[in-house]
């Protein structure tokens, strides 16, 4: 397929752009701020990202030749500050064993973490004699002593700092394995006796986390879009070669579609995450389907009021069933300037007429 930016051809594309290009928008201003450095080049971002991206390597040391005059920890420095490429950038990469020379697999945060790498236990108790970090209160088992754990009460040897630490309430509760601490949890951490218990985020900080939450999803860090009937809905858009943007960052709320060209905006709305109500009775919803439809409500307010264009919702079994008839509301979406009589696939139909609304309307649970 063809990327609308670039105009590259790529093997998938699940938007009207590739996901390079798509990363380079998103991230301009940070790939900015490197290039003014100048040690990076806009061809060697876009190599590390194009391979990242599309997983054309299982390690990041593979991609270190294709750059010019760069080694592992130049890449591993940008990749871990500069140019985070949340959750798809390869944690795994090859190094040398510091004592012995072997050749072995760590990730990103253990190979920055440690001034040494070992590839075994030996090797790291080896590495302490010749590196020196074995000696006093630089050994990570320095001062240790045994105590008795908590749960099921057996010995183990612990240094003073493990020793000394409180929960959050001020209790010395210790554990040999993680196995007894969620044990230990089970029994007195559990409904009045959480720390937690009785306590709500302020308003403040819930909406700070819909903004962090958004991010992540169009970022790419939480995956939203790939389901078939959305799938379904970019490709009408590319036969009717309109540019789109999947999971469009409106702030508090992210967007499933976005006409780029025409500040309007799509939701593809399955029938039982959002409660279709040619399906579902209202007093039969189930509370994953309230708490979508309770989602829904605020995201059709926000964009509203602060996006100032109405949504279209095109719904799952209209996509599934009637391609043609999903083709038809947009085309009318987009030439009426996103003001139609009703904005829901499920109140329309298509004949020798065209497109046309049914005489009586339903109404989505989440304007009701």
């Known amino acids: ?15 009207s752009e590739c996901k390079v290009c798509g990363f380079k928008r998103r991230r301009k201003e940070d790939i900015n701020m490197i290039l003014k450095r100048g040690v990076w080049s806009e ?24 750059l010019d005059n760069k ?30 020379g072997k050749e072995y697999i760590t990730n990103i945060s253990k190979y920055l973490s440690r001034g040494n790498n070992y590839c075994s236990l030996d090797c790291r108790n080896n590495g302490f004699i010749l590196f020196g970090s074995h000696k ?13 754990c908590t749960n099921c009460g057996k010995e183990y040897l612990a240094p003073k700092n493990v020793r000394d630490k409180k929960n959050s309430i001020g209790e010395h509760n210790h554990f040999c394995c993680q196995e007894c601490y969620w044990k230990y949890r089970s029994i007195h951490y559990v409904g009045e006796l959480s720390v937690n218990y009785g306590k709500t985020d302020s308003e403040k900080t819930r909406r700070e986390k819909s903004i962090r939450m958004t991010e992540r999803i169009c970022n790419g860090e939480i995956k939203q879009t790939g389901t078939k009937p959305h799938l379904k809905t970019d490709k009408i858009l590319e036969d009717l070669s309109i540019k789109y943007t999947n999971e469009y960052n409106c702030k508090y709320h992210s967007l499933d579609i976005f006409l780029d060209n025409y500040n309007l905006g799509i939701e593809v709305m399955g029938d039982y995450w959002h409660g ?7 007093d039969k919803l189930s509370k994953i389907q309230l708490k979508s439809i309770k989602q829904d409500k605020s995201k059709h307010t926000y964009v509203k009021r602060y996006h100032n264009f109405e949504i ?18 947009i085309e009318e979406y987009i030439s009426k300037n996103g003001i139609l009589q009703d904005y829901n696939s499920f109140n ?9 609304l049914k005489s009586e309307l339903v109404k989505p649970y989440f304007v009701n």
Not at 1 to 15: A, D, L, N, S, V
Not at 47 to 53: A, D, G
Not at 276 to 282: A, I, L, T, V
């Open 312 to 329: 279209l919702y095109l719904w799952e079994w209209d996509i599934n069933n009637n391609i043609e008839l999903c083709k038809k509301i």
């Open 43 to 66: 061809n060697e971002i876009e190599i590390i990202v194009y391979n990242i991206l599309y997983k054309k390597y299982d390690y990041i040391n593979e991609i270190v030749p294709l």
């Open 348 to 356: 329309y139909y298509v004949n020798s007429n065209g497109l046309l």
């Open 136 to 148: 006093g209160d630089k050994n990570s088992r320095y001062n240790s002593k045994i105590i008795k």
């Open 1 to 15: 397929m063809i990327c609308y930016t670039c105009k590259k051809e790529y093997e998938h594309i699940t938007r």
């Open 71 to 100: 080694s592992l920890d130049d890449l591993i420095k940008l990749l871990s500050k500069d140019l985070t490429i949340r959750g798809q950038t390869p944690l795994k990469l090859k190094c040398n064993c510091s004592v012995c």
């Open 276 to 282: 279709s109500p040619m399906k579902y009775k209202k």
